[in-house]
């Protein structure tokens, strides 16, 4: 099975400053059509997941342009560029490319 | 609107059985790949099952020989029939679609509760 870790996995930000959660895979997600297969979940309180990132950088419909996926083989990286309250809740990426699909343990966003 | 709706949950022994539904709207069910994630109090999400549009299945190993996933596309309904349940099923299931031609979960339902307690 792929593992997936992410860290950190509690992380505290200033509304308007910057985060970054990173994402390690213990198998390389590059697909040979050129794709890495690294999705990115939020779980805000109290709801269902929903995606913001898939294939390591592509933005979902409905995603603000203050989120931001980068990386490829298996080192990948979410990036917020300013944290808004609404933004809280947990993070999880996700492997895509083989079965069993895995999760990373997932990184608690709080505003300080 | 494009939505999942499960139900089915609840409170079981240890060794007894549940099955759950997930129904869909707004989107052609045939077309995508569905699977179930569960996630545990204070864990992280985890992978089950998912099923293809041939009604090919596939399962994690923590369910494989327990869990039977399955699609009626002409109910836009996806199930899983859970057998031989333990403490560590306890959980709160989702379904979610895979988006076409791919494994990304790209619509979740709101989760229905697995409670497996004596």
């Known amino acids: 099975d792929i593992v997936m870790t992410q860290s950190p996995l509690s992380l505290p930000v200033t509304p308007g400053e910057p985060a970054s959660i990173s994402c390690r895979s213990s198998q390389s997600l590059l697909h040979s059509n050129g794709n890495n297969y690294l999705d990115w979940y939020l779980q805000k309180p109290g709801q269902s997941p929903q995606l913001l990132i898939s294939?390591?950088?592509k933005r979902a419909s409905g995603v603000p342009d203050r989120f931001s996926g980068s990386g490829s083989g298996t080192d990948f990286t979410l990036k917020i560029s300013r944290v808004e309250a609404e933004d809280v809740g947990v993070y999880s990426c996700?492997?895509?490319?083989?079965?069993?699909?895995?999760f990373g343990q997932g990184t608690r966003l709080e505003i300080k | 609107e494009v939505q999942l709706v499960e139900s089915g949950g609840g409170l079981v022994q240890p060794g007894g059985s549940l099955r759950l539904s997930c129904t869909a709207s707004?989107?052609?069910?045939?077309?995508?790949?569905m699977h179930w994630v569960r996630q545990t109090t204070g864990k992280g999400l985890q992978w089950v099952s998912a099923?293809?549009?041939?009604?090919?299945?596939y399962y994690s190993d923590s369910v494989k020989g327990r869990f039977t996933i399955s699609r009626e596309d002409a109910k836009n309904s996806l199930y899983l029939q859970m057998n031989s349940l333990t403490g560590g099923d306890t959980a709160v299931y989702f379904c979610a679609r895979g988006r076409i031609s791919s494994w990304t979960m790209d619509v979740w339902g709101q989760g229905t509760t697995v409670t497996v307690s004596s």
């Open positions: 996700m492997q895509a490319l083989h079965v069993p699909i895995t």
């Open positions: 099923i293809g549009t041939s009604d090919d299945p």
């Open positions: 294939l390591g950088s």
């Open positions: 707004g989107f052609t069910f045939s077309s995508h790949d």
